[in-house]
């Protein structure tokens, strides 16, 4: 794997990024689950631990990001809704099979209405990313269509006033519902920046050493003033988390891979999503948390724990990857894609219908 400053049409970096932003989430959730961030703050275990979260909580930002910069395009093109089906689909049948595994071998956490509900992941925001993605999705083309109407100029200069007036406001993020950033308003202003990048080449000059010494400033600068205790704990919406998100897309756009890594990255890319999907399903969360909990290790060397958390995710990322192409090779067998494809027509029928009542006639 070499760096370059080549763009190709299809960059591989940024789908290997979205497998490595998966991976961070991975990390979040091993730290947070298994009180390694809860450690007294006077030890090396402590400021290991949030080195790690520091690095890896621009998970959310980097991926929701990466949506706006591979989707927009500045010619318009066909809304897929058979896209949303298809994924729907994968988040339920991985919520449904689980659930029902998840109420046999734990009854007492998991009853059975959760199996019913789990048929809804949207509605009982079981996931709250795909919550709000499922609204994000609908204004995309809404979205892309605006920013395809600016020059690049502006759309420069919003790129900007998202950088100071969302990011490093804190207070007026609060006051129009960004918050901690789990929400649809923080997904639809990175999916904008992400498109922006996209449509103005935000970053096209940076170079790839510059990208990594951003983010490891970045981190080293969040991280101490965390352990320090002059900044509380950050947010997915915080300044500098957002910042390193834009320089890991960078860094990895301008990477360039061998054969054996492409192809790599076509087989293991596309399982990205399922990854956090089970790793945040009630019946995985329990199994890695508290029947398989990692937590022993919080006593070890700041280095063992480095090591242990990462080994475990790297562990679980690996997992999924192997399950999941199993089961995208079931629902081939089973022409899911297919069967979207019927119901994205079918829907493309109705709406032209009601489209056309709708429609005002000449007198």
Avoid at 10 to 36: A, Q
Avoid at 260 to 277: L, N
Avoid at 285 to 305: C, E, H, K, Q
Wanted: hydrophobic letters at 55%.
């Amino acid at each position: 794997m070499t760096v370059t400053s080549k763009v190709s049409t299809r960059n591989w970096g940024i789908d290997l990024l979205r497998l490595v932003s998966m991976l961070f989430v991975v990390i979040l959730h091993m730290l947070r689950h298994n009180g390694f961030l809860k450690l007294p703050s006077d030890t090396s275990q402590y400021a290991a631990a949030w080195f790690l979260e520091i690095m890896a909580m621009c998970a959310v930002d980097i991926f929701a990001i990466v949506s706006g910069y591979v989707t927009y395009r500045d010619t318009p093109r066909k809304f897929k809704f058979s896209s949303y089906v298809n994924l729907w689909l994968q988040v339920t049948f991985y919520t449904v099979i689980l659930m029902i595994i998840g109420h046999f071998a734990y009854p007492e956490v998991l009853p059975t209405k959760r199996i019913f509900l789990a048929f809804f992941p949207v509605s009982t925001n079981q996931y709250w990313y795909f919550t709000a993605y499922t609204a994000l999705f609908f204004i995309m083309p809404i979205l892309d269509a605006g920013l395809r109407a600016i020059s690049v100029e502006s759309a420069r200069r919003i790129f900007l006033a998202f950088l100071v007036a969302f990011i490093a406001i804190p207070q007026f993020s609060d006051s129009i519902g960004i918050g901690t950033g789990y929400n649809f308003a923080w997904l639809a202003i990175l999916y904008i920046a992400g498109a922006i990048m996209k449509k103005a080449n935000i970053g096209a000059n940076v170079k790839a050493p510059v990208s990594a010494l951003a983010i490891l400033l970045l981190t080293a600068g969040t991280w101490g003033l965390k352990v320090t205790g002059i900044l509380g704990t950050p947010q997915y919406a915080a300044f500098p988390i957002f910042l390193s998100a834009i320089f890991w897309i960078l860094l990895f756009s301008r990477l360039n891979f061998s054969s054996v890594w492409v192809r790599f990255i076509k087989w293991a890319a596309p399982t990205s999503f399922s990854i956090y999907i089970l790793n945040m399903h009630p019946a995985v969360m329990y199994t890695l948390y508290n029947r398989f909990s990692i937590s022993g290790f919080a006593d070890s060397p700041a280095v063992i724990v480095v090591l242990v958390v990462l080994g475990a995710s790297l562990a679980f990322v690996i997992a999924v990857v192997l399950v999941d192409r199993l089961r995208m090779r079931l629902f081939t067998l089973l022409h899911v894609p297919q069967a979207t494809k019927r119901i994205e027509s079918v829907a493309e029928r109705i709406v032209t219908g009601v489209s056309a009542k709708l429609s005002p006639r000449d007198s």
